[in-house]
């Protein structure tokens, strides 16, 4: 059981590139999230999906898309990359029930991008 | 709006002395909290949940509405406890504190 898997573990972009994180995750999980991870400041939530079909802005949406593919698969996109979003990027999941429930969250591995 | 608020960057402590992190939410319904940890080259995972009032890894934490605090304690510190750990609080999306670096010396 993978869990959440997220592609790539590294990259390094230009400014001005673009470019799409893949998650995946194998636990039939309703919710998908992104976030980025920065020193001193967290945790930060891009967008997430609640169910398939569905996305939402997160607390820093600025220069991100995202697609939900389909209930499997949450992508992230950088249209055009800037030095800004350097960061550390987790994929999450989250089981079903009630959406005020208090299921945890699976974390993919991580993905370190820098961008020059 | 939710807030969640982690007041120390970093704490170091040695083997087997007690650690506390401390852990202030701002949250207008009932919260829903969690402490969730990150050991060196792993992945984010569940440490414990409110909820479930659970002692994991010699880890507890209590939910103090009054003081709308949820701190992490745990009497005898170990090495592997070193760690990044994040407070967080949900409604349906999770909102996480900046995170404490726990670094315990032998």
């Known amino acids: 059981n993978a869990g959440v898997t997220q592609t790539p573990k590294f990259q390094v972009l230009k400014t001005g590139q673009s470019m799409t994180l893949q998650c995946a995750q194998d636990?039939?999980?309703?919710?998908m999230y992104w976030y980025r991870q920065d020193p001193g400041m967290g945790l930060r939530l891009i967008y997430y999906?609640?169910?398939?079909?569905?996305?939402d802005k997160g607390e820093v949406p600025n220069g991100y898309n995202v697609s939900r593919l389909n209930k499997r698969e949450f992508s992230l996109r950088l249209e055009s990359a800037a030095p800004s979003q350097t960061s550390v990027y987790f994929c999450?999941?989250?089981?079903?029930?009630?959406?005020?429930?208090?299921?945890?969250?699976?974390f993919g591995d991580g993905t370190r991008l820098s961008i020059l | 709006a939710q807030r969640v608020t982690q007041p120390e960057k970093l704490l170091s402590v040695f083997k087997g002395a007690p650690v506390e992190l401390k852990c202030n939410y701002s949250y207008s319904g009932s919260p829903e909290l969690f402490w969730y940890v990150q050991y060196s080259r792993q992945r984010l995972q569940l440490l414990l949940r409110?909820?479930s009032r659970e002692s994991i890894k010699g880890f507890t934490a209590d939910l103090n509405k009054g003081e709308t605090s949820f701190h992490l304690k745990k009497p005898f510190a170990q090495e592997e406890d070193s760690a990044m750990y994040y407070c967080?609080?949900?409604?349906?999306?999770?909102?996480f504190g900046a995170g404490t670096t726990v670094t315990v010396r032998a």
């Open positions: 409110h909820i």
């Open positions: 999906s609640a169910s398939e079909g569905t996305t």
């Open positions: 636990m039939n999980h309703n919710s």
């Open positions: 967080a609080l949900t409604d349906y999306k999770l909102s």
């Open positions: 999450a999941s989250m089981g079903q029930g009630n959406p005020y429930s208090n299921q945890p969250q699976h």
